[in-house]
């Protein structure tokens, strides 16, 4: 931080100095032009033309010879925006190694391997922000997830393993959309210029849409889970716990639809009903456990972290509404 004293000229206007190395180090020079707006309480000067600044980080691979912290390391580059991530080692890198990279990179989408050496691998992402509509892919993420929790009730109810397999495997691919929506919005939070091309009105937005992402992630990711659990169940299910949890799924997903509805069309009272269904869940979910509770074998287990996960999608669901809300109450 400079603290500089405003100066003003014989006309009256104002003008203040900048640091010399402020100017060079974003590559400005005499002549240059620059916009400057008044944005809440604060004057923001830019410049017209932003050369664009690649970002890298460097992975030490001698601190996480563990797989998943690998692909935890890889995965959190790629999330806060970094273009270039090197994945850097004292010595020759072993196999095993190389193909955790390339495990972690398959997760990403947008990134490629640029160079690959003994002991190093660079990647890139090739992610151009312009490109991407954030209100569209939230919107294709919701509708994914629900897709994968409508197949896992429906592999659930008719045991059909092969459904729900299908269902697992697709909410597992969305965990791709999840991180590229993260990437795009927290890039959106941090540049004003990548608010402008994904056409992101103000900074207020794109926190909404980091909440609003995150609390998506959450609902697919229990959505996954529930096509996880179907798919281990090879017994018949008494009739009335089945019921149970159709009615319980049908209004888990219809409160995820108005959520989403009310976040969109920042509806307060939409969302106001979403959290009023809540209590219908509970009382459906404390039914199902107790059906769940006469099941005498192992197959106990599976159906109970079902109808857990389904309780934790309107969960979501309702913390989803809070973000409509917050978003109609920011402004």
Not at 25 to 32: A, E, M, P, R
Not at 140 to 165: E, G, N, Y
Not at 223 to 252: C, F, P, W
């Amino acid at each position: 931080m400079e603290i500089r004293k405003l100066q003003t000229t014989s006309g009256g206007t104002y003008i203040l100095t900048i640091p010399k190395d402020w100017i060079e180090s974003i590559g400005l020079s005499k002549g240059d032009l620059v916009s400057v707006e008044l944005e809440d309480n604060s004057i923001v000067i830019s410049p017209t033309k932003v050369k664009p600044v690649s970002q890298t980080r460097s992975i030490e691979l001698e601190q996480f010879k563990d797989e998943k912290l690998l692909e935890l390391c890889i995965t959190a580059s790629y999330i806060q925006g970094h273009d270039i991530t090197e994945i850097v080692s004292s010595s020759k890198i072993p196999p095993d190694q190389k193909r955790w990279v390339r495990q972690a990179v398959e997760g990403l989408i947008g990134v490629e391997i640029a160079e690959d050496y003994a002991d190093k691998v660079v990647l890139q992402n090739l992610i151009d922000t312009s490109k991407f509509d954030i209100a569209r892919l939230l919107e294709k993420f919701s509708l994914t997830s629900k897709a994968v929790f409508q197949d896992a009730i429906k592999a659930l109810v008719s045991k059909d393993l092969s459904l729900a397999q299908d269902a697992f495997e697709r909410g597992q691919e969305s965990t791709k959309l999840y991180r590229l929506l993260m990437r795009l919005s927290l890039q959106a939070v941090k540049s004003r210029k990548v608010r402008e091309e994904m056409k992101i009105s103000d900074l207020t937005d794109a926190v909404i849409n980091v909440i609003a992402t995150r609390e998506l992630g959450r609902i697919a990711y229990y959505a996954m889970r529930i096509a996880q659990h179907a798919g281990e169940i090879q017994r018949d299910l008494d009739s009335e716990l089945v019921s149970t949890i159709q009615k319980m799924s049908r209004v888990t997903i219809d409160m995820q639809e108005q959520s989403f509805l009310s976040l969109v069309k920042r509806d307060l009272v939409q969302a106001s009903s979403i959290i009023d269904k809540m209590a219908s869940v509970r009382r459906l979910y404390e039914s199902a456990q107790l059906l769940v509770q006469k099941i005498p074998d192992k197959q106990c287990l599976p159906i109970s972290l079902i109808v857990r996960d389904i309780r934790a999608v309107a969960g979501y669901t309702v913390a989803l509404a809070d973000v409509a809300v917050l978003s109609i109450f920011a402004r």
